[in-house]
Each structure stands twice: as structure tokens, then as C-alpha cells.
């Protein structure tokens, strides 16, 4: 006999025993994004290869070396999506929703990416994405980030920095290009092959080199803050005063690059100290020329993506409070009149005990193995039926977590006795 099937690397199970971090999250942003009146939309896992290459660039990493990329049976070049934002446009122009108009949208779902699976670094991964377009002033980059700090703040997480660049326009990147690349010629002999190759393909990348060696290099390097024009020099410091305004504490960064080709002025990325090398827990900027690269008219549009397993590494380190999924009440019962009665029961209970979360025992026995499987269950109750309580209207209330005293009460006055006793959040 062979052996079981294994899972692929870097591609994981989410089991039950993770559901509720993950649902405290995904509670926590769809909450938030809704009190901002973001709208949701649902978008494919697969497009066509040529999406991303003009997207996110030919030359960059994601594209090169990280595309789950084949060829349909019908012969069409086909990927499993690395990032939300190509696909998002590619629908707004699709369906109009982009000309003329305001859109603020949000989508949530796994990305695919080829990468050395490491802690923090998965090949199937799960973003939260946020998407704006049609506001070219700097007031939606606010939006968007304090709409991100209220989502951190809501899920107990504490101790982010907020990394803040601007890549200026796309003409002013290609000058600053041309004047990094003058300077890193000039320095050949110290570039390590990895930034070589960069240095034709893609030279702002050197600067987001990790190599210790390169450090004092890098570090002397022209600014593209200093080769911002006018325009984008006024709307990074309207980004960076409406920042100081709410309160909203960042560091200028003038490494940060980012690794896809789209973006325009304000670039951004939430980063912890908590998770090591993989330290971006959201990231994003603006993306003025990605609508028109894509075939739809100029809109101006800045956005976001969140990692969700490092925000859910994050959570659990800082020990943040999560939703509680699992039953709040569980019923054993003994005797075949009180098993019969227990099933309305619980239905009623259901019905009449609003965000109640009550399980029924249904693997019957003993007393002793009902209450194996109550505790194992999680819940903070148990109800008692027997069929001699059956008889005379009556359950017991016993607790499962605590010392207090069982206590008998009235079947009739259960649903209100459950209404006060047991909040929905335990
Ligand atoms: P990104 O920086 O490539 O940007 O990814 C966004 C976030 O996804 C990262 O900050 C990180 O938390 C998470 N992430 C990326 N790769 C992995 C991986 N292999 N394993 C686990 N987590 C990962 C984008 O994807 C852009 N579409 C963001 C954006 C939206 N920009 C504008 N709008």
C-alpha cells in the first residue's frame, strides 16, 4: 500500500482548532471596512498570465520567479492570482465601475506566490485587500491608513510601525532611476549579483537589498525624496500632515520601494518586530498610471493589502482577545423520555435565545462520557435532562468552569434564565 497524500509546501490546512483566530480577524476587518462604507467584491483566483505581467512588471520577483503560471487545456496562459489589485481593476474597467466615479472596495481570499516557504512566508497565502479609485488628493491615503490603525486597535494588536515614502509620479521615478543607476555604476565593484542584475532590470530594488555588505552603499545613495517634484512633494506633506493630525505616529522610510511596479507617490507598509525576516504585516500605496496601463481610462486609485497569517501570528503572540466560537451551553441527557424531549428543547432554545451556541450531545452513553465530550467541547454549561426531570418540568443547570453551584430550575424559564446567564461572547 502506498502511503497518505501529503499536502503541497508552503500550502496549508486551517483546522478548527485556528477557526476562531481567523474569524476574529475577518469579523474585525469586514466590520470596519463597512463603518468607512467600503463595499466587498468577489473576485476570481484564476486570470490570465498577461494580467500580472503588466500589473505588477515583467521584472519584478512576484512576476519572474514567483507566478504559478500553465497553460489551459484550451491553451490559454493562465495564473493563480500572487496579489488582489490587478484582478480588482481588471474587473473595474470590466464593468465601469472606475470612469467618473468614487469606488472604495475591499476583497478578501488566498494569493499564490513561489517563494521559499519560511515562517511568516507561505505559497498560499490570505490577503484582505482594500481598493480606491477616483480621489487623486492626499485624503484617501488618510482614510485609508486610519481606517487600517482603527482595524489594529479593534483587534488588541499594539507596537506597529507605520513606514511612509513617496515614489513620486512615474516620470519622476524614471529620472530618479536614470540618477541611481549613475550612482550604483559608479560603485559596480561593491554590488553583490543579485543587485547587479538589478541594477539594468529594476535599480530601485538595490535599495531594498538585505545585505549587510551593501548597508553603507545603499545608505549614501541619492533620495527620491529629494527628486520629488512640486505636486508630489505638496501631496506627500498633505499625506504626512493629515497623519499628524489624527495622531498617527510613521517613519519617513526613504527605502521603501516595494516590490510591484505599479505605484505612484505614497507608498506604505505596517511592520511588526514580533515576527523576524517576515515583517510587513499590510502594505500598499498608490497606484495613479495601473488603470490606464490595464487599457482603462487615467483614474487615479490608492490601496491596500494585509497579510493575514502574520496579522494572526501577530494575535496570538500579543495574546489579543478573539471571538468565541465555541459552544456556550452543552445538554446531556439520560433516559430515552429525556432524550426525545432534548431535541425540541434545544430547538426551541435556538429559536428563542438570540446568538445562543448550544450543542447537543448525540453520541449518547454514560453520564460520564456526555460530560467527557461537554468538556471537551468547550462549554461553560452544561444542561442536565433526565427522564425523572423530564417528568416533573424540570433541568439542571451545571457549571463546567467554575466552582458555583449546580442549581434546578424550571424548563419554562430556561430560554430567559440562558438570556441573562450566558452573554453571547462567551
Ligand atoms: P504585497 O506587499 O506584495 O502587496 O503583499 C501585501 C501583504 O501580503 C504583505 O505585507 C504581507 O503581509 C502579505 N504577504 C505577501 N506575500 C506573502 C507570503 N508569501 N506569505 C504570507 N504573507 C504574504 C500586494 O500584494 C499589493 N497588491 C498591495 C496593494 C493593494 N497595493 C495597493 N493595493
Not at 114 to 123: H, L, T
Not at 296 to 306: I, Q
Request: contains cysteine.
Amino acid at each position: 500500500m502506498s502511503g497518505a497524500v501529503q499536502s503541497i509546501r508552503g500550502i496549508h490546512d486551517i483546522l478548527p482548532a485556528d477557526a476562531a483566530l481567523w474569524f476574529t480577524l475577518e469579523a474585525a476587518a469586514t466590520e470596519v471596512f463597512a463603518a468607512y462604507g467600503y463595499q466587498q467584491i468577489r473576485l476570481p483566483i484564476l486570470e490570465r498570465t498577461e494580467l500580472f505581467k503588466r500589473a505588477v512588471g515583467e521584472v519584478t520577483d512576484i512576476v519572474e520567479k514567483e507566478m504559478y503560471s500553465f497553460e489551459d487545456r484550451g491553451g490559454d496562459s493562465i495564473a493563480l492570482r500572487p496579489e488582489g489589485t490587478a484582478g480588482c481593476v481588471r474587473a473595474g474597467i470590466e464593468h465601469g465601475l472606475l470612469h467618473n466615479q468614487i469606488q472604495r472596495l475591499w476583497y478578501h481570499g488566498p494569493m499564490f506566490r513561489y517563494e521559499r516557504p519560511q515562517k511568516g512566508r507561505y505559497r498560499q497565502f490570505h490577503q484582505f485587500g482594500v481598493e480606491t479609485f477616483g480621489v487623486a488628493g492626499p485624503a484617501v491615503e488618510i482614510e485609508l491608513i486610519a481606517m487600517s490603525a482603527r482595524l489594529w486597535r479593534k483587534l488588541g494588536i499594539s507596537g506597529l510601525s507605520l513606514q511612509l515614502n513617496s515614489l513620486g509620479t512615474l516620470e519622476e521615478r524614471q529620472a530618479y532611476r536614470q540618477t541611481l543607476v549613475d550612482y550604483f555604476s559608479d560603485h559596480r565593484d561593491r554590488l553583490d549579483d543579485d543587485s547587479l542584475r538589478r541594477l539594468d532590470s529594476n535599480p530601485l530594488r538595490i535599495l531594498d537589498s538585505k545585505n549587510p555588505a551593501l548597508a553603507d552603499l545603499i545608505g549614501q545613495a541619492p533620495e527620491l525624496l529629494e527628486h520629488l517634484g512640486s505636486e508630489s512633494a505638496d501631496h506627500f506633506a498633505e499625506v504626512r500632515a493629515g497623519l499628524e493630525t489624527l495622531g498617527i505616529a510613521y517613519q519617513l522610510n526613504s527605502r521603501l520601494v516595494r516590490g510591484l511596479d505599479y505605484y505612484t507617490r505614497t507608498v506604505f507598509e505596517w511592520r511588526t518586530d514580533q515576527l523576524g525576516a517576515q515583517d510587513a504585516v499590510c502594505s500598499g500605496g498608490r497606484f495613479d498610471g495601473l488603470v490606464d496601463w490595464l487599457g482603462g481610462r487615467p483614474t487615479p486609485a490608492v490601496g491596500f493589502a494585509m497579510g493575514v497569517e502574520r496579522l494572526l501570528a501577530l494575535m496570538q503572540i500579543l495574546d489579543c482577545p478573539l471571538r468565541r466560537l465555541e459552544p456556550a451551553v452543552y445538554v446531556v441527557t439520560q433516559g430515552d423520555k429525556a432524550a426525545r424531549l432534548a431535541v425540541s428543547l434545544c430547538e426551541e432554545l435556538r429559536d428563542r435565545v438570540p446568538r445562543l451556541r448550544l450543542m447537543k450531545d448525540v453520541g449518547g452513553g454514560s453520564f460520564k462520557s456526555q460530560f467527557k465530550r461537554a468538556d471537551k467541547s468547550g462549554a461553560h454549561l452544561a444542561l442536565v435532562l433526565g427522564d425523572a426531570e423530564a417528568d416533573s418540568g424540570q433541568v439542571q443547570i451545571k457549571p463546567l468552569r467554575s466552582d458555583a453551584a449546580q442549581q434546578t430550575i424550571a424548563v419554562k424559564e430556561l430560554a430567559a434564565w440562558l438570556e441573562t446567564h450566558v452573554p453571547p461572547t462567551h
